[in-house]
């Protein structure tokens, strides 16, 4: 490993040590702190396996420009899913309907139970994590370098992208939206997909950005930058996030419910309107920043948005996940500077070196050939 790798490994372990500690004087805000991290760190592999089975449908040089960064992050699927499970442990810190008294909750979650119990939970789960491993491996497997370019995966990655709709949306039913079981949006799940391949193609066109000048990116037609293609990919990956985010709150307030409107109220005041304000002053920023020609053309234009899309996908996450489950003031957000240290060092350390010797991703492949 390099220095940097054991830097970010050696900080993971320190924020874990300090996550045990948080856990020990107060479980359920440890434990609601490292929910909104690992959500965030999942969102990386989800949003790439999306990305790479589009390509493989659609085709284009663009893909192939961010084609290792984005099997990289598909191969830490499995990191974030074993991530998953110190809130495996203590579901009823975070979800009210977890080992809660039927009687005392509403109605309107006392009919949801027949879906919100915990094995019927666990088993949902499962199901996500068996699609998305075998997703991985024949992802990975389809868009290696030594694969057959003309080998017709269409049918694979059209199957592949239906059940992987399914299981984001179970999922982000499960792991975001029961976190208030009072609320129902049939929207949020494209929202959450939306959001998940916004912030895999902004970390690819990051990384892309760090290791190569713009001039010797691979693709782009002529007089066309190559990543100017890029940008323009995410512009329009950025146009579906909003529209779909826009939609979701037009209809809720023209409906006007209070058990629908209650989700906006709790992160529109006590202090979590300003990172809403953040996370729109970051969505503007990109978003001019992509209509900007010269932007695009320049490697510090790229990078710039790169980064600033990341950071607006951090804001989206933190924002919609962690409100419901936060408690006290500022000060109290040491377990969440725990839980980013402890999960996202442990998540960079791996991330940092699957990208320094790319080979790794794909030495499965190799063992079972050699038996």
Known sequence: MSRIEQGCLVLGIAGLAVCALGASLDA???VGAWLAATIFLLS???GALTILMVHGLTGGRWGDAVRQPLRIMTAMLPLALILLLPVLIRLDLVFPWAGADSAMLSETVREKLAYLNVPFFLLRLACCGAIWLVLTWIVLDATSYEANPNARNGKKFALGLILHALAVSVFAIDWMLSLEPEFTSTIYAFCEASAEVVGAFALAMLVLAARRAVEVLPGGDEDVAPSEDL????????LTWIYLTFMQWLVVWGGDLPGEIHWYVIRGGNGWQYLLYLLIALRVASFAGLLSRDMKRSHAGLVWLAGITLAGHFADVFWRIRPPLFAGGPLALWHDAAAWIGSGGLWLALFLFLLRR??????WKREVAHG
């Open 358 to 363: 790319p080979d790794r991703v794909t030495w």
């Open 28 to 30: 359920k805000a440890m």
């Open 231 to 238: 940008a323009n990919m995410q512009f329009g990956f950025m």
């Open 44 to 46: 990386f592999p989800l």
